[in-house]
């Protein structure tokens, strides 16, 4: 864990979904990533991955416990203020692109610039165009995400989420629908990300030998974050 102040921090954060039957997707989590950190969450499917992920994120909110933003408890945040928040200061990756057909590669990495506001059109597409060469993409700006490959297509997808500059990076299964080589490629940039450029980067993924690549490794059983090499859930001694 790193000396540095927490970019983003998990206290006793548990994530309950009502229903008929309460099902506990995150208990009792308490973690924390700083600035320069690349940390790895895996386990199996179903363990709480993505649903702590979207904590961090602060697109869902924990049924108990407190996510701290740079030391600030964002309980106290409301809709617009959360939201305003991920805009300015996160970058979000997911299996899926979620390119927008109808805009071109460079217009999709501008558009969190846009709608943040800060810069003018110009500037706007000059560090589009500065992050798409920075991906080894700069000849494909003026492409539909439709004539690039799925690896590109996830590059231009983590323009998008360096488009505003953010500290922290999250990302949910990024390479989830890639070939070994473009998951290589993917990770390479979010180690670069932490280590040249000290942002916090988290990432979700299922693939063991990228997730040996971060810095720090969590893995989580049953929503549960559990000692690296703590047998299965149920392979355990008894009362364990």
Do not use: W
Request: glycine fraction near 12%.
């Amino acid at each position: 864990m790193s000396d540095r102040a927490p970019i983003v921090a998990a206290r006793g954060v548990t994530r309950v979904l009502g229903g008929a039957v309460p099902a506990t997707l995150v208990r009792d989590v308490d973690m924390e990533v700083a600035a320069g950190e690349f940390v790895a969450v895996t386990g199996p499917s179903g363990s709480g991955k993505s649903s702590l992920l979207y904590l961090l994120g602060l697109l869902d909110r924990p049924t108990r416990g407190r996510v701290l933003f740079d030391g600030v408890d964002t309980a106290g945040l409301g809709g617009d203020a959360l939201a305003a928040l991920r805009l300015a200061r996160m970058g979000f990756v997911f299996q899926f692109h979620f390119l927008l057909p109808e805009l071109g590669v460079l217009d999709n990495v501008a558009l969190p610039m846009r709608r943040l506001g800060r810069l003018a059109a110009a500037g706007a597409e000059a560090r589009a165009l500065g992050l798409l060469a920075r991906l080894g993409l700069a000849d494909h700006a003026r492409k539909s995400p439709d004539q690039l490959s799925g690896g590109q297509r996830q590059r231009v997808a983590i323009a998008r989420a360096l488009a505003n500059d953010p500290v922290l990076i999250l990302a949910d299964e990024p390479t989830g629908n890639l070939d070994s080589a473009s998951a290589r490629l993917v990770f390479d940039v979010f180690a670069s990300l932490a280590a040249e450029e000290g942002r916090a980067v988290v990432v979700v993924t299922h693939d063991e030998e990228l997730a040996r690549r971060a810095t720090r490794r969590l893995r989580m059983v049953d929503g549960a974050i559990v000692p690296s090499g703590a047998p299965p859930a149920g392979t355990g001694a008894a009362g364990a």
